[in-house]
């Protein structure tokens, strides 16, 4: 079945080191989002690719670093620069067209102690 | 203010009442959404809306796009229903969320 997979499901650090989220999409969909979710708070773009090689910082990029080397692939940095990273983090996937259906994943949860 | 605001922020409803969610949205979109999340965090995308209605088991999703407006309504809700339902607006690239409306429905 065709989907976004992310990993892991929850992550724990220590404040200070830099942490890698994993997002994995099989649905050939050309672009890719990360967001972060907070409490009584909507989704938040941190950053997006629309193709292979290239990516835009979103409404919140200050902390986070991205790479698109492959088109499955999305990972996000969440670097010690990032003064509040616990949070909640989707990835999502689209076709990259106007107005198309986004596909999500189940989420990050990371808790930075 | 945002720029997308749903309604209301909580709802709890007793089985088998019709349950509403209401969007307005102040930008120019080319589609709106209907998001479902459930306790775990995982999104579901349960309609995309560009004009008119859309119905998809007991759930109905409208969209009025002269007042920039969109209603989620669920008949005869369920507890399974129970979740938090995400309006989000979309445009060129970028998708603008609202902030959910938390629901929670009783036995």
């Known amino acids: 079945d065709g989907g976004i997979t992310q990993s892991p499901k929850y992550l724990f650090r220590k404040e200070g080191q830099n942490v890698t989220l994993s997002c994995e999409q099989n649905?050939?969909?050309?672009?890719m989002y990360w967001y972060r979710q907070d409490p009584g708070q909507g989704l938040r773009l941190i950053y997006y690719s629309q193709i292979v090689n290239d990516f835009q910082k979103g409404d919140i990029a200050e902390g986070y670093s991205v790479s698109r080397e492959k088109k499955e692939s999305f990972p996000l940095t969440v670097t010690s620069a990032q003064k509040n990273p616990t949070a909640f983090y989707l990835c999502?996937?689209?076709?990259?067209?106007?107005?198309?259906?986004?596909?999500f994943g189940q989420g990050t949860r990371l808790t930075v102690v | 203010k945002n720029e997308v605001e749903q309604s209301p922020q909580n709802l709890t409803a007793q089985e088998g009442e019709f349950i509403t969610i209401n969007c307005s949205y102040s930008v120019g979109i080319s589609a709106l959404h209907w998001l479902q999340q459930h306790p775990g965090g995982g999104i579901v995308s349960l309609f995309m809306?560009?004009?008119g209605k859309k119905k998809h088991g007991r759930l109905i999703a409208t969209i009025n796009i002269q007042e920039k407006h969109s209603s989620l309504h669920i008949t005869a809700s369920h507890p399974r229903d129970s979740a938090v339902y995400i309006c989000a607006v979309s445009g060129t690239y970028k998708y603008i969320f609202g902030t959910g409306t938390r629901l929670k429905v009783l036995a």
């Open positions: 809306l560009s004009s």
């Open positions: 649905l050939n969909h050309d672009a």
């Open positions: 999502a996937s689209n076709t990259g067209a106007r107005g198309t259906e986004a596909f």
